[in-house]
């Protein structure tokens, strides 16, 4: 396997397969933004992997994927949280974050071109439109699994997928529930990858975008 890249959208589980995987020795980053964080992890999840999966798949041949499925009542106004609170750092002239970031959010959501991208009947439009393609595109391919981190036996068929025989230590943690963004940020690991990190070409990002 070359990489196990996490392709489900924000607020789907992202931290909390996150930080599971950091307990089974991968290296992990909960987004990345470098070509060094890249080269560096063996599991990359949330942005740019939820958008860039198909570039991410030719630039990484023989790597794993896995869709991140959840409730849409439920990730609806999870994700409005998110944007919302998001929406300063995300403006694409002043907006502070990683200009993939920036772009990776604006690709899904389309923030910059709908006048109220946080609505239910906007979101639940990019999210339906989202999980059909990524099941279009994996169709018939064994290197892609679809998991919900709320089931109890999802951890274990992750396990499975990825090829560890190992037994699962009970089901994902559950992490950045409520109106909480920050717990990948807040938990403390060695195996943890900046998302920023700097190589030889310093923080440069891939050229396919």
Same mark, same amino acid.
């Given at each position: ?10 607020? %789907? ?56 499925? &959840? ?11 998110? =944007? ?5 750092? =995300? ?11 920036? &772009? ?14 946080? %609505?239910?009947?906007? =979101? ?15 169709? $018939?391919? $064994?290197? +892609? ?30 992490? $950045? ?26 923080? &440069? +990002?891939?050229?396919?975008?």
């Amino acid at each position: 396997m070359n990489k196990l890249f996490i392709i489900g959208l924000p607020r %789907t589980g992202t931290t909390s397969i996150s930080v599971a995987l950091l307990e089974y020795d991968f290296m992990v980053a909960h987004t990345a933004f470098t070509k060094h964080a890249f080269e560096l992890a063996d599991v990359i999840s949330d942005a740019p992997c939820f958008s860039d999966y198909k570039e991410l798949d030719a630039l990484f041949p023989g790597s794993k994927f896995v869709y991140l499925d &959840r409730d849409l009542e439920k990730w609806i106004p999870s994700a409005q949280m998110l =944007l919302q609170k998001m929406e300063a750092r =995300l403006d694409p002239i002043t907006g502070v974050f990683s200009p993939v970031l920036k &772009r990776s959010f604006n690709e899904v959501f389309s923030l910059t071109t709908t006048d109220n991208p946080y %609505t239910k009947e906007h =979101l639940e439009t990019c999210y339906i439109k989202h999980k059909k393609e990524v099941f279009e595109y994996f169709k $018939n391919r $064994n290197d +892609f699994i679809c998991v919900n981190v709320s089931h109890q036996e999802s951890l274990q068929a992750l396990l499975d997928f990825i090829g560890l025989k190992v037994k699962a230590h009970g089901g994902f943690p559950h992490l $950045n529930t409520g109106r909480h963004v920050a717990d990948w940020k807040e938990f403390k690991h060695p195996n943890k990858v900046n998302a920023n990190s700097a190589g030889i070409e310093h923080r &440069r +990002f891939f050229d396919y975008k």
